[in-house]
């Protein structure tokens, strides 16, 4: 649930990033209510934290997964939502306790709007990941291949008796297109996972022609033309990776582009 997302015109969001920035808002609030009685200003320290903690966890995941990235741009590009959670928390956390060490005045107000922000945080994110652990199987809709015959992923699944990736794409999503190679060179490299293209509403001769113009040559390349698996799955922006274990059961989600490293991070999951 936390990974489903939300379209707002040509943007998309994850639960989870709404989650955070609510949060973070309700934190500003609390602060600056907290800072007026105690004639102290905390607002810009909760952005440095902020930033900080943004930094802390990108930095712990790129450590992580340093053999999976290219070079010195791929390690900087966020674009793949590449983030160690835990990581930016600890990081976030050691900074707190350094600011409150310095600034005893803003002990108070500064403890406030973080309590008031981790509690409205914690509260959402912790309903939401319950929810996510009960079973949530394969979508069982009815599908096409590129040839027009009839399959559905509960059918791979029992075929193949491996968990399977299901990503969700259009031609028109750039983030689709830039995380295809990545893909590709999976599908060749991980042959105990199972990988699905499922295109959201375009027709066959356009997926063809895309295809054919950009060189892709990915298997398992099938046709949604109804947008029925995103809806049943919440995803209503793109791209958008499913990860099913080999029951068929979802594991994770991730939402945005992705990269080798955070592919390997959700298939580590699935083994």
């Not at 803003?106 to 973080?114: D, K, N, W």
């Not at 981790?118 to 979508?139: N, V």
């Not at 031609?171 to 830039?178: G, V, Y």
């Not at 922006?237 to 592919?263: I, K």
Request: proline share 6%.
């Amino acid at each position: 649930m936390l990974q489903q997302s939300v379209a707002l015109g040509p943007v998309g969001f994850s639960i989870h990033q709404l989650l955070i920035g609510l949060a973070f808002l309700l934190a500003l609030l609390a602060g600056a209510l907290l800072g007026r009685r105690h004639r102290v200003p905390v607002s810009d320290t909760l952005f440095t934290l902020l930033f900080v903690a943004f930094i802390g966890a990108r930095l712990v995941f790129v450590v992580r997964y340093w053999g999976e990235y290219d070079g010195l741009v791929s390690r900087l590009d966020i674009r793949d939502g590449g983030f160690d959670i835990v990581g930016g928390i600890v990081i976030g956390l050691a900074y707190t306790s350094w600011v409150l060490w310095r600034s005893p005045r803003q002990r108070f107000p500064l403890t406030g709007a973080l309590l008031a922000g981790g509690l409205m945080w914690g509260l959402a994110a912790g309903s939401a990941t319950l929810i996510d652990h009960q079973s949530r199987p394969l979508p069982d809709i009815a599908l096409n291949t590129r040839t027009g015959e009839p399959i559905d992923l509960p059918q791979m699944s029992q075929q193949s008796q491996q968990p399977i990736v299901v990503n969700l794409w259009a031609s028109w999503c750039p983030p689709c297109i830039r995380e295809m190679p990545v893909f590709e060179q999976a599908q060749t490299t991980e042959t105990d996972i199972t990988f699905v293209f499922v295109n959201q509403g375009e027709s066959p001769a356009h997926i063809e022609a895309f295809m054919s113009e950009h060189g892709f040559s990915l298997e398992n390349v099938w046709l949604d033309p109804s947008n029925a698996v995103g809806q049943a799955t919440g995803a209503h922006a793109m791209p958008t990776t499913l990860f099913y274990d080999a029951d068929g059961h979802l594991v994770n989600t991730h939402f945005g582009e992705l990269s080798s490293a955070t592919l390997q991070r959700g298939l580590e999951r699935l083994r």
